[in-house]
Structures are given as C-alpha cells and as structure tokens.
C-alpha cells in the first residue's frame, strides 16, 4: 500500500487549495478514504471521509461547507478541495484508509497513512 498526498503550500486566509492523494497497491476502489490532519503541536483531527464509490461522504464540523472530498476510482486518487481558507486551517494533511476497507467518520481505527502534504494559511 502506497498514499502519496501533494497539493499542498502557502495560501492567504480565504483562498483555495486542492490536496491529491494517489493511492497504489490495493483496489482502490474498494476501499473508503479518509483525510486527517494535525496543527502543530496539536493532536490529530479527522476531516473527511468517502466511501469506496463516492457516494457518501462525512465532515468535521470545523470544515463542513468549506471543504470538498471527492475521488476519481479510474486514476486511483483521492481529493480535498478545501474552500474560504482559515488561519486554523493550518496543517500537515494525511489520506489514510482501513485495513478492511471500512468507512469511518471518526478519528481512529487507520492502518495506513501517506506522509502528509503541509498547508500554511496566512493571516
């Protein structure tokens, strides 16, 4: 299993980023996907989840509106469009999924993770 996450950089307060995660070595298409994020010297917060074929999706309430999780299954990657970008925003950004494929819209339970992209927001 491979995540590989880029996309992310310097935005100004209520700009726009896409983040990317391409995913290898398992059927992605099976399996639901999650994005997770940590501010510094802070703990994990779990973002966003989609299961295997798109159709649902969950939203911490700190993002819900703001930011969009979508996935292409024919290029094996997933995406967070995130919108009206705040200070708070900022993070490093990981897509991480379940050994089992499960959906969660929780913190926890993740068997793999990508090595995150950062994304700085600016006052």
């Known amino acids: 299993v491979q995540l590989v996450e880029s996309g992310g950089g310097l935005v100004q307060a209520g700009g726009s980023l896409r983040l990317s995660c391409a995913a290898s070595g398992f059927a992605f298409s099976s399996y639901s996907m999650s994005w997770v994020r940590q501010a510094p010297e802070k703990g994990r917060e779990w973002v966003s989840t989609i299961s295997n074929g798109g159709v649902s999706t969950s939203y911490a309430n700190s993002v819900k509106g703001r930011f969009t999780i979508s996935r292409d299954n024919a290029k094996n990657t997933l995406y967070l469009q995130m919108n009206s970008l705040k200070p708070e925003d900022t993070a490093a950004y990981y897509c991480?999924?379940?050994?089992?494929?499960?959906?969660?819209?929780?913190?926890?339970?993740?068997?793999?993770w990508g090595q995150g992209t950062q994304v700085t927001v600016s006052s």
């Open positions: 991480a999924m379940r050994r089992d494929g499960s959906y969660s819209s929780f913190l926890g339970g993740y068997d793999y």
